[in-house]
């Protein structure tokens, strides 16, 4: 992919009533990039995003959307930017059509009637265009969304939490799309808290109480948290699981169906405490590459405890 | 691919050319279409366009009494002798008449009239006096603006006596046989423009105003605040509408509510009051689409400060209670403490009732409503700045 820049911020900032929930942000993402944007419930995810496409003012931080300023172009950005917002925000007391004949006519698209028809065909929303939005369930509500966010064949889509709520089936054909999308040259950020779609991302961004923690492809940032895990199968691992609990080397132990993952920064002393812990059992222990939700358990865990400790100290 | 046929070069970039333009009568109309939409789906507004016009003209249909003072009156007088001095100086005793304009030709009088400078014009004709030594009973002639009867009423009804109690202490000395029995002066009062009295004739155009200014302001109060509470603003502010877009798209078609309305109001008024019009349909039309215009930006003003419905729903009705009370609509102006009327004169429905009225009652033209018509389109200039300074481009 070519590595021209579309998004290119740098310290973005953001409190709300004294509080910090965007804190010194840098993102940079490159035309044809699927970014994905995680973080728990109110790390600062759609804030950040709303700087990006000029909905927020920051409080600090600066940067460039598609070569354009986002303090002072934040006109021209939304004309190239197709923004999908977590909440569905189109008009439910209009039908689909009607939604993306008003959408069509506020980027002036030309003939209008052919936009809207080919957008409607594309996303499969031809059959129910005289529905009314209002009574859409939540995958085809966000197919509208995203049908709006796309027709005007934005350079660049910020898709926030796109999937919350929507059917396994409906969030793989959501995936596919994007794909396709950004095969033909389309950027796209878009935030999730679904660790399956994390991996679907070229590029991951993790964020937690408004700070970046982590970032890069998802083998970097599972090496980069230099975590080892070790899978015990069989035997009564929630006895396991009681015994391990506090040993030494032992950082996180969780329970995946009849699997037991145990996960550690030092992997000598981590074999060694599960080693002891299974003694007597008949259950089998064996390392395993270490999941990206076990690596954002840790993350955030982290984070609590940095936010605890560093609450108050501020950035100068 | 599926859109790889749409994305001829050029195609995208001539949108993209026309929609950064600073104003885009597609973008406007894309709002209007939208609010049309919404208005028609929503059948409570539908109910308000028909409903409330023809409920309030039914429930205003009786004025309320009141007996206002101190109203300006105009005189023509011949020649000021003692007995025409005793006479107007017996009216401003009354408290009713304050004299306070001179005039010199019965011409002037009436354009004071009919601007409704004064509410009386009082004429003693020349020779009264000598008329009046003679016993040959001469005229005392008082013409009244009626257009709103209630104001008058009081007065008129006393006029006889304050004549009476005036000649009283003047008819000492050679104009002592004067005194008892009939009255010696024949008073004549020409209710002008509304002759019978009738208070619909007052209440009908009123009621123009005050169903206008309610239900305009109230729907387009709530034109952005609905957009926050369902959360749509988000998308609407991330799509390229410029804010004078949003409001002109947000504000036609209320206009084009009211007007509904104005017809309404109108042929009801026609129907079941029989209200006259002697001044020109264009002419009220058009100051009714400024009343329209300045009212429904304002609603729409109240709709970029509040925060939400609620508030915007509490900020009209705030604004809708002095404008009843204090606009010479439920009380004569004239008749108002002035301190309300100072309030009274910066509210856009003052100046849109005495242009109804005196168009349809008293058949004014245009130069005669112009001191009623500048006021309203300033107050509009002032709230189109207003509600473009106060508009948020952001979700801040
Ligand atoms: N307009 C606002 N006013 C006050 N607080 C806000 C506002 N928007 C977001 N917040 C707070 O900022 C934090 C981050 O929110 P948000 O960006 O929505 O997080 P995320 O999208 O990652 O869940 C939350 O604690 C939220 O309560
Ligand atoms: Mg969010």
Request: hydrophobic share 45%.
């Amino acid at each position: 992919m070519n590595g021209e820049p579309v998004i290119a911020v740098e310290g973005l900032t953001k409190s709300f009533k004294g509080k910090v929930v965007v804190d010194h942000v840098d993102l940079s993402v490159k035309r044809g990039e699927i970014v994905g944007f995680l973080g728990p419930n109110g790390s600062g995810k759609t804030t950040t995003i709303r700087m990006i496409c000029g909905l927020l003012k920051p409080d600090s931080g600066s940067g460039e959307v598609l070569g354009y300023d986002i303090l002072t172009q934040s006109d021209l950005i939304k004309l190239e930017v197709g923004y999908m917002t977590q909440r569905f925000s189109f008009y439910e007391d209009l039908t689909i059509r009607e939604n993306l004949d008003f959408v069509a006519r506020l980027y002036a698209l030309e003939p209008r009637r052919d936009y809207v028809d080919r957008t409607l065909a594309r996303l499969g929303l031809t059959n129910r265009q005289n529905q009314l939005a209002g009574s859409l369930s939540g995958g085809w509500k966000q197919r509208l969304a995203l049908a709006a966010c796309v027709m005007h064949e934005p350079k660049l889509l910020l898709l926030d939490e796109p999937t919350a709520g929507v059917d396994p089936k409906a969030r793989r054909e959501f995936w596919d799309e994007i794909h396709e999308l950004a095969a033909e040259g389309l950027t796209v950020l878009v935030s999730t808290h679904y660790m399956d779609e994390a991996e679907r991302c070229h590029r991951i961004v993790y964020i937690a109480y408004g700070k970046v923690i982590a970032r890069g492809t998802v083998p970097e940032v599972i090496a980069g948290s230099g975590l080892h895990t070790i899978v015990v199968r069989g035997g009564d691992t929630a006895a396991i699981a009681r015994r391990l609990k506090g040993r030494d080397g032992i950082d996180q132990i969780a329970p995946f169906g009849n699997d037991l993952h145990v996960v550690g920064l030092d992997p000598n002393r981590l074999e060694r405490s599960v080693r002891d812990a299974i003694a007597g059992s008949d259950a089998v222990a064996e390392p395993d590459a270490t999941s990206l939700e076990d690596v954002f358990i840790r993350l955030m865990s982290q984070s609590t405890d940095n936010f605890a400790n560093g609450a108050g100290a501020g950035h100068g | 691919m599926a859109d790889v046929a749409i994305r001829e070069p050029s195609a995208p970039k001539v949108a993209r050319r026309r929609a950064g333009r600073f104003f885009s009568w597609s973008r406007v109309v894309a709002v209007m279409a939208k609010e049309f939409i919404q208005m028609r789906r929503d059948r409570l507004t539908f109910a308000m366009i028909i409903g409330v016009p023809i409920l309030q003209l039914v429930l205003f249909g009786y004025a309320i009494n009141t007996d206002p003072k101190q109203l300006p009156t105009a005189v023509i007088v011949a020649d000021f002798g003692p007995i025409e001095r005793a006479i107007l100086g017996a009216m401003e005793n009354s408290g009713y008449f304050a004299i306070d304009h001179q005039v010199d030709s019965e011409a002037a009088a009436r354009a004071s009239l009919a601007r409704g400078d004064v509410s009386y014009v009082i004429t003693i004709p020349a020779g009264f006096q000598r008329a009046l030594v003679r016993g040959e009973r001469p005229q005392l002639l008082v013409e009244a603006d009626a257009t709103d009867p209630t104001a008058t009423a009081n007065a008129l009804g006393a006029l006889n006596e304050i004549v009476r109690t005036a000649l009283l202490s003047e008819t000492t000395g050679p104009l002592a046989r004067l005194a008892p029995g009939m009255l010696p002066v024949d008073v004549v009062i020409h209710r002008r423009y509304n002759p019978e009295g009738i208070s619909s004739y007052n209440i009908v155009p009123g009621l123009l105003g005050v169903i206008l200014t309610m239900t305009t302001i109230l729907m387009t109060s709530l034109a952005l605040t609905r957009e926050a509470e369902r959360g749509t603003i988000e998308n609407l502010l991330a799509m390229p509408a410029r804010p004078y877009e949003i409001m002109a798209g947000k504000i036609i078609p209320y206009i084009g509510f009211g007007f509904t309305q104005v017809a309404v109001i109108l042929i009801a008024g026609q129907l079941l009051f029989d209200v006259p019009m002697h001044g020109s349909l264009v002419l009220l039309l058009g100051v009714t689409l400024l009343f329209i215009a300045t009212y429904v930006t304002l609603g729409y003003t109240i709709s970029t400060v509040a925060r939400s419905q609620m508030q915007a729903m509490q900020m009209t009705f705030f604004i809708f209670l002095p404008s009843i009370l204090l606009s010479g609509f439920m009380f004569p102006f004239r008749g108002m403490p002035d301190w309300a009327q100072a309030i009274g004169e910066v509210i856009p429905l003052t100046h849109f009732l005495r242009v109804v009225r005196a168009i349809m009652l008293k058949g004014a033209t245009a130069p005669e409503i112009w001191p009623n018509v500048w006021p309203l389109a300033l107050f509009w200039a002032a709230m189109i700045a207003i509600a473009l300074l106060r508009y948020r481009r952001t979700l801040d």
